[in-house]
């Protein structure tokens, strides 16, 4: 089983609509979690942390729930610019790697 | 400030090849990671250094590839001999100890995209 499971989408939505997608972990003692973006053909960049509460970083907010071992992503109002791979990233216990599902990819339409 | 530099950012070469793929971590960052990203597997951990040190290689597929840290500003990934199924786009990030749980400090360079024919 992977460590970080995604759905791959695509989530094809149009402007101003809201898309929310989950990621599950395997690993119950994982402590941190995390939100990366990636543009086509660019390198991943941090979203947005996730914490035990929940958290929203503008149009963005994230969820965690222990319980299920899932993290969930929300975008409201989409922008054509919101159009990427969201990349659920799990950090093991104890240790410096990083855990990266393969992302879902969100396209935003006009 | 300079982020992470990696070069050669593209490379095509023929299989049986020494490919060999260099970074330059972010200045002051005390640990460096080489991914390889393909989309049959997504973005797997190669190998991580932490004060240049290699702490963890399980990722490495196999002895074709190597990595060293000589020192703190230089990285190198060495695959030989090469491999069509080496083909991906190989990433090295770098961060700092103190916050080296929190992914808000991992800062990836802008990737090698290696093709073996």
């Known amino acids: 089983r992977k460590e970080v499971e995604q759905d791959p989408g695509p989530f094809n939505v149009p402007e101003g609509a809201t898309v929310a997608f989950n990621c599950t972990y395997s690993n119950s003692a994982s402590q941190s979690f995390f939100w990366y973006r990636q543009d086509c053909r660019k390198e991943p960049k941090l979203l947005m942390s996730?914490?035990?509460s929940g958290n929203e970083d503008g149009r963005f907010t994230a969820q965690l729930n222990r319980a299920s071992q899932y993290i969930s992503l929300l975008i409201r109002d989409s922008k054509l610019s919101d159009s990427a791979t969201y990349l659920c990233v799990v950090n093991t216990p104890n240790d410096y790697k990083l855990s990266f599902g393969a992302g879902t990819t969100v396209t935003v339409r006009a | 400030d300079a982020g992470v530099i990696q070069s050669p950012r593209h490379e095509v070469t023929e299989m049986g090849q020494e490919v060999t793929l260099r970074c330059k971590p972010i200045s002051g960052h005390d640990y460096l990671f080489w991914y390889r990203q393909t989309m049959m597997r997504g973005l797997e951990l190669l190998i991580y250094f932490n004060n240049n040190v290699p702490i963890d290689d399980s990722g490495m597929p196999e002895d074709r590839f190597s990595a060293k840290m000589p020192n703190a500003s230089f990285s190198t990934l060495k695959i030989q001999p090469s491999e069509p199924r080496d083909s991906a786009v190989y990433f090295c990030?770098?961060?700092?100890?103190?916050?080296?749980?929190?992914?808000?400090?991992?800062?990836f360079g802008e990737g090698s995209w290696l093709t073996v024919v």
């Open positions: 990030a770098s961060s700092l100890a103190s916050q080296s749980f929190s992914g808000n400090t991992i800062y």
């Open positions: 996730v914490y035990s």
